[in-house]
């Protein structure tokens, strides 16, 4: 049941002041901003968060929450854009678009790696905010962690030089294309496009604008032996994208349940192959234009010990 590609733990962070963050509400279609008298509360979020934790340790997978305990952090908890790990002891530290989002970045959480994990390195990409870059990790780039390839949507959070670099220092092919919704927008973010499990892809392949590109990353997928399970453009609005496979005491996948409701029958019998759905309950979160997958930071590192959930 050990995958590459299905982590065993992962890293959240707990927002004590969780709000939608208007620095980034210009490039990201998938956040619905409210206005003050219907704005989705903090301690809603919090509980929406907690019950997350709950449920994923239930289901095995052990679970490193840092609480947050500043307001300058809106986005604190989708922690998966600012650091990423390897298999090999390899973390990456990530510079970020928006000004508000580089404060995210905390080394309390390098270090409790360094000492739970065996960690071989840390690459610090971040200075390169001083000139303009940005790579927002696994938001950014969907890994393919078995078969070495990076995909990517053109975007202003997915510097093309800085992915040449990423995927030299880390062993990845680029696979970069265009994206956008019905609406003409750029896709922000790869990761709510698309997902890759162990057996199985998720993928909108009718938001690829070029389709000689969306035939060739359709092949791909397909050439690594997985089911390529093509989603709508409604279904990405429901964040069916957005999701995480893991390692628990079974292999999970792990997406909300706006995202399990979005999908079709015969799509989740497809998943359900390899992986049992794990839906979560994070209405509130989601205003925020994120959903499982960036509230999940997977470690694909070696414990120095066993670790428990």
Known sequence: MTSLQAPSAVVMVRPHHFRPNPETKGDNAFQTLADASSAPTAAQALSEFDSAVET???????????????SETPDSVFPNNWFS????????????????????????VIEMLKRVYRVQDVIDYSGLEQDGLSLEGTGAMVLDHITRIAYAVKSNRADPVL??????????????????DD??????????????????????LD???DPNRRAEVAARLEETGR????LTQEQIAGFAGNALELTGRKRLLALSVKALQALRPDQIAVIEQSAEPLPLTIPTIE?????????LAG???????????
């Open 56 to 70: 994923l340790r239930g289901a095995g997978v052990a679970v490193h929450v840092f609480d947050d305990t500043g």
């Open 85 to 108: 790990t390897h298999a090999g002891g390899h973390v990456a530290v990530y510079p970020m678009f928006a000004g508000n989002r580089r404060k995210e970045r905390r080394w309390d």
């Open 163 to 180: 992915l040449e670099r990423f995927c030299t220092h880390f062993n990845f092919e680029p696979m970069v294309f265009e994206a956008k």
């Open 183 to 204: 609406a003409g927008l750029d896709v922000y973010h790869t990761n709510v496009l698309m997902g890759i499990g162990t057996e199985f892809a998720l993928i909108c």
């Open 207 to 209: 938001m690829i604008v």
């Open 227 to 230: 089911r390529v399970i093509d």
């Open 287 to 295: 205003t925020a234009g994120g959903s499982v997958r960036c509230m």
């Open 299 to 309: 470690i694909h590192l070696s414990p120095r010990e066993r670790i428990s959930a």
